[in-house]
């Protein structure tokens, strides 16, 4: 069964504590992407990522790191630096070119 | 880059009736158009896309309609029924999608 697993789906953090947010794709996609989603706003890119051990920063990096060191995988870190975590982050993979995005189902992060 | 403004924020329409949400785009070098649903506690799933190449493109009860002059482009639902309440997003691609804001669509039973 193909798709997009993001682990897990609710997350707390400590204050100036690291968590990371797992992404896995089994779609064999090149592409993948870190989303960040707070209420009644749209989705802000966070990293994306066209091939493996090469990803740019999106529209927000700040606060945030990623890695791709395998093709199914895609991990989000959120730093101590992000002053304002609290939101809902979304995985996606595409198949190239920045279209048909597949989304996971989300990890909700909130601070303790 | 890109900038997306979607309208209405939120949407409430009687079960059978359509539902019409609007977008406008910055960037006319953006040439595909994609619309998302999102239902709670759920990643978007991509329910129809169009490229600037086209004007219209229908899938069942819905329908997406691009203007490139205009730069806007619209998406209808028809004979809603209520496994249609959802958040959509619409989206449009320069190098990267960029994502509108989100309307809460309420289908009334």
């Known amino acids: 069964d193909g798709g997009i697993t993001q682990s897990p789906k609710y997350l707390f953090r400590k204050e100036g504590q690291n968590v990371t947010l797992s992404c896995e794709q089994n779609?064999?996609?090149?592409?993948m992407y870190w989303y960040r989603q707070d209420p009644g706003q749209g989705l802000r890119l966070i990293y994306y990522s066209q091939i493996v051990n090469d990803f740019q920063k999106g529209d927000i990096a700040e606060g945030y790191s990623v890695s791709r060191e395998k093709k199914e995988s895609f991990p989000l870190t959120v730093t101590s630096a992000q002053k304002n975590p609290t939101a809902f982050y979304l995985c996606a993979s595409s198949g190239g070119g920045n279209e048909k995005l597949f989304f996971g189902s989300g990890t909700q992060l909130s601070v303790l | 880059g890109e900038n997306v403004e979607q309208h209405p924020s939120t949407l409430s329409v009687q079960e059978g009736d359509s539902a019409v949400i609007k977008c406008t785009y910055s960037?006319?070098?953006?040439?595909?158009f994609p619309w998302y649903k999102q239902e709670l506690g759920k990643g978007p799933q991509l329910i129809i896309d169009?490229?600037?190449?086209?004007g219209e493109k229908k899938d069942q009860r819905i329908a997406v309609t691009l203007n490139k002059t205009a730069k806007h482009f619209s998406l209808h639902i028809t004979e809603t029924q209520p496994e249609d309440s959802a958040v959509y997003f619409c989206?449009?691609?320069?190098?990267?999608?960029?994502f509108g804001a989100g309307t809460t669509v309420t289908v009334r039973a």
């Open positions: 779609l064999n996609h090149d592409a």
């Open positions: 989206a449009a691609n320069d190098y990267k999608l960029s």
């Open positions: 960037d006319s070098a953006s040439n595909y």
């Open positions: 169009i490229r600037s190449n086209v």
